[in-house]
C-alpha cells in the first residue's frame, strides 16, 4: 500500500513538472522572451517559501483550530449524554455511600456566579477528599440493575472514535465496564465475605472517583459555553439535596 502510494505521488509530480516546463516553453515559442520568463520565474521561486509559511503556519493552523473545535464539541455532546443516561444517577447512588460526603457537599453545589477560581478550588478539594462507598449504606442489587439497564448504550458510547480525544472519560468507562461485570457475576450479594464487600468498594471507589473528577469538568464546560444547559444541571445537582428541575 505504502509502495503504490509512493508511486501514484511520484508519478503526479513528474506530471506536474513536464506540464509546467511545457507552458513555459509555449510561452517562449510565442514570445520569444526569454528575459521575461526567467524574472518571473525567479519571482515565483523567491515568493515559495512565503507561500510555505502562509500555507502551513496560518491557514493550516486555523482550519487545525476548527476541526480541533469541532471535535471537543461532538465530544462533549458524547459526555452530556453520558452523564443523563449514567452518570448523574450513578453520582447519586455513590454519593448515598459516601460516610464523609457532608465534609465536601457544600463545595459542589454550583451557583451562577462560580468562577474560574471557583471551580480549581473545588478541584483541589476534591484532589485532597478520601473517596469511600459503604456497601451496606446502598443496594447493590439497585446497582446492578442500573448498569445492567444502561449496559448496551455504555458499548454503543465506547465504540464513538471520538472517546479517543479524551483519555479520562474512556478510563472512566473502562472502570464502569469493570464494575459491571463484577455486579453481574454475583447472584446474591446478602451472602458476600467482607473480604469481597471489601473487593467491590474498591471497584465501586474508582468509579466514583473518576465520575466526580468528570462532572467537575463537564459542569465547567456548561457553564462557560451553554448557559441553559447549566441552568439544568445546578437544579438537578446530584449533591444537592433539595434538587428539583422545578424552577423556584
Request: contains cysteine; hydrophobic residues 45%; glycine residues 4%.
Amino acid at each position: 500500500m505504502e509502495l503504490k502510494f509512493l508511486n501514484s505521488t511520484r508519478g503526479l509530480v513528474l506530471s506536474l513538472l513536464f506540464l509546467s516546463a511545457l507552458l513555459y516553453a509555449l510561452h517562449y515559442v510565442i514570445f520569444r522572451d526569454f528575459h521575461h520568463i526567467a524574472i518571473y520565474l525567479l519571482g515565483d521561486i523567491a515568493f515559495l517559501p512565503i507561500n510555505v509559511i502562509i500555507v502551513t503556519l496560518i491557514i493550516e493552523r486555523v482550519l487545525s483550530d476548527r476541526e480541533k473545535s469541532a471535535r471537543m464539541e461532538k465530544l462533549n455532546m458524547v459526555i452530556g449524554a453520558f452523564f443523563s443516561e449514567v452518570g448523574y444517577h450513578l453520582l447519586q447512588f455513590f454519593s448515598r455511600g459516601d460516610p464523609s460526603l457532608h465534609r465536601i457537599r457544600s463545595e459542589l453545589i454550583m451557583t451562577g456566579e462560580w468562577s474560574e477560581k471557583d471551580f480549581l478550588d473545588t478541584r483541589m478539594t476534591l484532589r485532597n477528599y478520601e473517596y469511600h462507598v459503604d456497601i451496606e449504606r446502598v443496594s447493590p442489587e439497585e446497582l446492578r440493575a442500573l448498569l445492567l439497564q444502561k449496559r448496551d448504550f455504555m458499548l454503543r458510547l465506547i465504540e464513538n472514535p471520538v472517546l479517543l480525544e479524551h483519555e479520562t472519560l474512556t478510563e472512566l468507562l473502562m472502570a464502569v465496564f469493570h464494575l459491571t461485570e463484577e455486579m453481574i457475576l454475583r447472584e446474591d450479594f446478602k451472602c458476600l465475605p467482607g473480604s469481597d464487600c471489601q473487593h467491590l468498594e474498591g471497584d465501586m471507589k474508582r468509579a466514583y472517583t473518576l465520575l466526580i473528577y468528570e462532572w467537575l469538568d463537564y459542569m465547567k464546560y456548561l457553564k462557560y459555553n451553554y448557559p441553559y444547559l447549566f441552568s439544568l444541571a445546578m437544579r438537578t445537582n446530584p449533591f444537592n439535596k433539595d434538587a428539583s428541575a422545578i424552577v423556584k
